[in-house]
């Protein structure tokens, strides 16, 4: 493997101290694939993405990504979260600001990216007025926008309907061919066999299996993938 993200004795512990939040001590990610996080509720698959992209420091370990200097960590990577925040602007207005914040000055032009996202009719609406699944297109747009080499997403579809999914993970699948790292947090299975290349299964805050997505539906190495894939784990 490529390693691209290495993520090594990686501890995060719990505002009391009394338990271990995240408690990984290998993982790497190679920068060719789309790579789903999946695990339980309370996993800890979005502490996570904070911790990859510095939105939380953790209590020891590293997270290294190959080519990248420290300070440049935080701008090469791009985060979807799965309750997004936006600025008290419009839809057009809040994709305005991330593409001038750019510094690459590429020639993007915000009516593409609301037409990529199917956002042209809700262009001067408030973004914090729009509709569950128009919030999941505005925050993967702001994501990409960013023009990051990786990019985290944090249950991207949880709020969509079926048609608006369909789109998102067209989205997500072109962005990996034009060479994004895709690092993806998902409940849904069915959607990791259709997006994954690999996967990594987080049950409270530990890592237990990291493999291609074929060998984690069919040869699971742990009972706890058998009792999540067949619902004795609870999502």
């Not at 309907?161 to 034009?178: G, Q, R, S």
């Not at 998902?186 to 890592?207: C, E």
């Amino acid at each position: 493997m490529n390693d691209f993200i290495k993520i090594k004795n990686l501890i995060l512990v719990s505002n009391k101290g009394e338990r271990n939040l995240i408690d990984i001590p290998n993982l790497q990610f190679d920068n060719k694939s789309i790579s789903v996080i999946i695990g339980p509720n309370g996993a800890g698959k979005s502490l996570l993405l904070n911790l990859i992209q510095g939105l939380i420091l953790p209590n020891a370990g590293t997270i290294k990504i190959k080519s990248l200097k420290k300070d440049e960590n935080r701008k090469k990577v791009s985060i979807m979260m799965q309750k997004p925040s936006f600025l008290r602007r419009t839809t057009e207005q809040n994709i305005q600001f991330v593409i001038e914040l750019n510094k690459d000055k590429r020639k993007v032009s915000y009516l593409d990216v609301l037409e990529r996202f199917d956002l042209i009719a809700q262009k001067k609406v408030l973004a914090n007025k729009l509709s569950g699944g128009e919030k999941q297109r505005l925050s993967l747009a702001l994501a990409i926008s960013t023009n990051s080499k990786i990019l985290l997403l944090d249950e991207p579809t949880a709020n969509a309907d079926p048609l608006t999914t369909i789109k998102i993970e067209k989205i997500i699948k072109e962005e990996a061919i034009a060479g994004k790292k895709i690092l993806l947090v998902t409940h849904n299975i069915p959607q990791a066999k259709r997006l994954a290349q690999d996967l990594a299964f987080i049950h409270k805050g530990k890592l237990l299996e990291h493999c291609n997505i074929a060998d984690f539906v069919t040869h699971p190495k742990v009972k706890e993938i058998n009792q999540f894939l067949e619902g004795e784990i609870l999502i």
